[in-house]
Each structure stands twice: as C-alpha cells, then as structure tokens.
C-alpha cells in the first residue's frame, strides 16, 4: 500500500461517527472529584436509550446485584462511579461501530471472542490485586476494535486481509503487515484516542500485540499491566476456541505476560478452567450490545 492510500486510509478513521455528547459528558464528569452521583445521573439520564442499555448491563447476572436497580443513581452506589462509566463508554463504542455491512469474519465470533477476553482480563487483573478490575475488563472488551473499524472503512482491505490469514496459516496481525496495512491495534488505538477513551482501553487496545519491555516503556507505570492481562485473555480464549478473531492460527500464550503478571501456571488454568461459566453469567453483554 503507497502512502497516499494509507494517509486515505486513516483518514477514514478520523471520519467514523463521534461518541455521544453525554458520553463525553459523563466522562469529563467522572474525573471532577466534586462530581457527585445525582449530576452523573441526571447527565446520563438525557439519553434514555444509553441509560436503559446501561442498566440492562447493570441488572445482569455479571455483576449479580441483590434485588436489581431501576435508576442509575443506584447503580452507581453499588458499583462506583468508573464501572458505570466504563459501561457507558462500552455501549457508547459498540452503537459508533454498529450497522457494519456484511464482512469477511463473522462480527457475532469476534464479539464474543472480546467478551472472553474481558472476563479473562478482569480475573486476572483481582488475581494480581489491581485496584480497579473492572476497567481491565472494558479494556478487553474493546480491544479489537480496529478491526471492526478496519470493516466499516475498507471491506475490500478486510476481506483480503482474513483470505490470506486463513489461506497462509498466519495471524490476523501479520496478514495486515503482508499487505502493507495499518495494524488493527494502531487503528484501534487511533480511534480509542480520537474518543478520548479511558487510558486503560486506549493502552489495551494500541499494545496487546506489542508486549517487549521496551514496547511497555513507553506506557505510564500503572497502565504497563492493562496489555498483559488482555493479551492473556487473548491467548487463553484462542486456545480455548472462543469465538474468533479473524484467524485461525493457534496461539501460545506469551511467557513474559504469565512472568510479569507473577503467576503460576495452576492459577492461569484455573482462570481458563473457569470461563465457560463465567461466559454463560455475562453472554447478556452480547445480547445487549449486538
């Protein structure tokens, strides 16, 4: 691919459609520590169809709330503030990337390859004591996204792309380079960027494939752990046959993730072992968002 048409390319990126105002909104609101539950609330509530999708999240069996709640203010006196907003920014990328024609992979598979993903994610991320699980697990949720960007932008490119994966034996990722493409994890990240997602997403999205030292560097300390545990996720769901993510090359899950992420090899089957369940306990994810 020439400059030119790569410029164009990305160009087109640039143009898919924004992330609501309300979104945004409860973002910028969410970082302000005078900000208190009844404005989020009322923000949110400005877009009757986010906050009733919200919710619908929030009652699910994933996070297994007593009795249900019927209004955000509740949700978020049960499940803080950031989990709510990462939901909303979930809902909120899954509608801009939504209405993708038909395309060279089956999106339901990469779905809930991603949805996998998260939950390997967010397990991983309680197993090492971070702070905020929950933001690992939007984190692998939407770590693909430029994939399904790469669809809405360039089908003739994706098809391409899968043909020669499949045909070659190769991954997703290296088909892109044979073609001379952008990485879908550069897209990703370019489109994560332009939405001013939450750095974890943005750091899960842009270096899930770029796992040296060196790649993690440059990544604020805090976020250095977020491409670990989604590229966990990622190598346990391609093992376990989870869906799909364009490909079907077989995958060995990369040992300096298990290394720095310090743990044992009985603890990562274990996370393995336990995910059909917890797929059946969020599979509304998909049923929501799709």
């Known amino acids: 691919m020439g400059k030119l048409e790569l410029d164009l390319l990305l160009a087109r990126v640039d143009h898919l459609p924004t992330l609501p105002t309300v979104a945004l909104s409860v973002g910028r609101l969410v970082e302000d520590p005078a900000s208190d539950s009844r404005v989020i609330a009322d923000t949110l509530k400005a877009d009757q169809a986010l906050t ?39 809902v909120s990328v899954f509608d801009a990337l939504a209405e993708v024609p038909g395309t060279a992979f089956d999106l339901k598979a990469l779905w809930r390859h991603s949805l996998g993903v998260a939950i390997v994610a967010e397990g991983a991320a309680r197993q090492i004591g971070h702070p905020s699980p929950e933001d690992l697990f939007s984190a692998g949720l939407l770590h693909d996204i430029g994939k399904v960007a790469l669809a809405k932008i360039a089908q003739d490119k994706l098809s391409e792309v899968v043909r020669t994966a499949i045909e070659s034996g190769i991954s997703f990722r290296e088909s892109e380079l044979t073609h001379g493409l952008p990485c879908h994890d550069q897209l990703g990240r370019r489109l994560a960027e332009r939405w001013r997602l939450p ?86 994810f998909l049923e929501v968002l799709s």
Do not use: M
């Open 52 to 90: 009733a999708r919200v919710l619908a999240l929030v009652n699910s069996a994933h996070y297994a709330i007593p009795g249900g709640v019927a209004d955000v203010r509740r949700a978020i006196s049960y499940l803080g503030f950031n989990t709510v907003y990462q939901l909303v920014i979930t």
């Open 199 to 284: 750095g974890t997403v943005v750091a899960g999205i842009g270096h899930h494939h770029r796992l040296t030292d060196a790649a993690l560097a440059v990544l604020p300390p805090s976020l250095r752990v977020v491409p670990d545990v989604v590229a966990l996720g990622d190598g346990i769901c391609r093992q376990a046959e989870i869906g799909s993510g364009g490909d079907a090359t077989a995958y060995e899950i990369d040992q300096r993730v298990i290394e720095r992420l310090n743990l044992s090899q009985a603890t990562v089957q274990t996370i393995a072992d336990e995910l059909p369940r917890a797929l059946e306990r969020s599979k509304v």
